[in-house]
Structure formats: C-alpha cells, structure tokens
C-alpha cells in the first residue's frame, strides 16, 4: 500500500504597497525598487523636493499599507490601509499634535522618524561651529597680516581651548548622546537638559526648573529642542539674559524655538560673544534681516544633517525597518 506523504504548506509573506513620495536621487530610487521587489512601490506625481516640505494630497495613498517620506496628513486620516509611515527626516512638527498621536494609537499605526540617519552629519556640523568658534576662524580666514604686525598676537590670544570648558545641551536624544561621545576627549564639563529624566543617561541632566543656574555656567548652549507648543520661543529674552557673559548659542534643533528679536539684542550688546546658527526662522533669513548684519552671528541653511550618502542612507534605513516589519521585530527610531 502506497503511504501518501503530506506535502509541506508553503507559506508566502504578505506583499505590500508602499507610497514613497521623497524626490530620491537615481541610485536611491533603484535601491529601494530592486529591494522592495516583488512589494509595489506607488509613486506619487508631484514628488517633495525637500524632506522638510508636506507633499501634496495624491489619490494613490489610498491603496499604500506603507508610508516612506512626509505624508499629507489628510491623506493619512483618510487612509483604511496604512499600517506604518516613516518619516524621512528627524523632525516631525506637523504630525506631533495630540490629536494626531491619539489617532494613530487608536488605529494601531505604526510612526517612525530617520533620526539615525542624520545623528552623525548633525554631530559633527556642530561640533564644527564649536571648533570654529574656539578658534576664531572666521576672523583669522579674513586676515592678511605677518607675525610682525601688531595685530598678530591678537588672533593668537583670543583663540580659545575647548577642553575643561562647560557645555550645556537641551533636547537630550541621539544626536546629544552621539555629540557628548565626541566632546569625551577634550575633558569638557557636560550638562544635559530633558523633559524626563531616565536614568541612563551618562552625563548629568537637569529640569527646567535648575536651566537658570546652568545657563549662568556653561560656556557653550547647544540647543537641540524640536518645534512643539512647549519649546515655541523656548530661548528669550530672559533666558538669554540667564546667560553666561561671553557664552556662545548654537541651534541645530529647529528656529522656531528661538525669539530671535532677543537674540539679537543678545548678540549685538556682546551678553553672548557669538551665535552658530543651522536654522532660522523663517529659511532663509531676508538679507536685511538683523542677524545678517552681525559680526558675531554665523548662519548656515539647514544643511546640518546633510551629506553625500544622505538618500541612499535614508533608503537603506528604510528597508531595515522594512525587514523588521516582515518579521515583526521592534522598529527603528519609533516615535509613536
């Protein structure tokens, strides 16, 4: 008598459509077809140019279980497919309301950022100004003198060390971790600020409540606050006035955090002997705009986090998710 061996059940994972409306270079659009292969990848007719700017409404999101880039909102409320969006940059103001948390947790949808794709350029954008500024580069690019002038021993002096100097960082998250890694060498007093502390921290980190005192002793206020209703204008004018004499203000976070009314009177009074400033608001500044006739304030357009691999990176974050998702395993960088 014949045994007749049961044959195994072949499983198929499920295939997914997935809306990427980001404007990616050719390299990283074929990365990310190639590896999505056999999912489908719907492609919107007005991509974004910027992975700062909400794309337009497009009539394809409907049909997308997945989201990669800066979905329009109302496309997002009125989708009855999506499970997942991620977001293609660090930032998240226009998706960070309570109502719109409370509809994806309801939903069960799934939001991630790329915040570790630009902690690195973040970093060391930074950690740059920093450097700049402790060497008075700007002035000393700009001069034409011989050692036997007497403006040389000038340059000379007003140069500065980094080492054993007081840094102050608000808005402790993966770009403060990586730059507190970076600043290890030079010996630097370190102080972070966040809304809740954890516990594994490995600097000290105060409240809002303790920012006064800490802001009369760090040498250095490197502000990394993300654009929300509490941090809106969160730098004043008597925060600035908190301020160390000579202190210098870094921004990398976002411009709306800023009063930069107060700034400038910061700056232009010599309280704070220099500003670095990545964002402004509104990008760019006007050309009259007050800060661009200081001496002391030095501004570059939003380009911190960028980088020559900067798509393809966010491309192959994209697809680790991805692969996580598949398999249901944690995602990276979730923010709700």
């Not at 489908?40 to 989201?67: H, R, V």
């Not at 293609?88 to 226009?94: C, K, L, N, Q, V």
Request: aromatic fraction near 10%; charge should be neutral.
């Amino acid at each position: 008598m014949e045994v007749q061996v049961p044959r195994p059940l072949l499983f198929r994972m499920p295939e997914f459509a997935v809306f990427s409306d980001t404007d990616l270079p050719p390299s990283a659009k074929d990365l990310l077809q190639n590896s999505l292969f056999p999912h489908k990848i719907i492609l919107p007719s007005n991509p974004s140019l910027s992975l700062l700017t909400n794309a337009d409404s497009d009539p394809g999101f409907l049909f997308a279980d997945i989201a990669f880039g800066q979905p329009n909102i109302n496309d997002i409320l009125n989708s009855k497919k999506l499970k997942w969006i991620q977001i293609s940059s660090a930032g998240f103001t226009r998706y960070d309301t309570e109502d719109f948390r409370n509809e994806m947790k309801e939903r069960g949808i799934i939001v991630t950022n790329s915040s570790s794709v630009f902690t690195e350029p973040c970093v060391e954008h930074v950690f740059a100004f920093m450097l700049a500024s402790a060497r008075n580069l700007p002035d000393a690019l700009n001069a034409r003198i011989k050692n036997a002038d007497p403006e040389w021993p000038r340059f000379r002096h007003e140069s500065k060390l980094l080492t054993g100097q007081n840094v102050l960082i608000l808005g402790y998250g993966s770009i403060a971790i990586r730059l507190v890694e970076v600043l290890k060498p030079f010996r630097m007093k370190i102080t972070g600020m966040r809304r809740k502390k954890r516990g594994d921290e490995s600097i000290p980190i105060i409240g809002s409540e303790d920012l006064p005192k800490a802001l009369r002793e760090a040498d250095h206020i490197i502000n990394i606050l993300p654009d929300n209703l509490d941090s809106k204008y969160y730098f004043n004018s008597d925060r600035f006035r908190d301020c160390k004499q000579g202190a210098v203000f870094y921004n990398i976070g976002r411009g709306a955090t800023v009063d930069q009314v107060a700034l400038y009177e910061s700056l232009r009074s010599n309280h704070l002997a220099a500003a670095w400033l990545d964002v402004t608001e509104p990008e760019p500044l006007s050309e009259d705009h007050p800060l661009r006739s200081l001496k002391n304030c030095f501004i570059t357009p939003h380009v911190a986090g960028g980088y020559q691999e900067e798509f393809t990176d966010l491309v192959r974050h994209f697809l680790e998710n991805f692969r996580r998702f598949q398999k249901g395993e944690n995602l990276l960088d979730r923010i709700m």
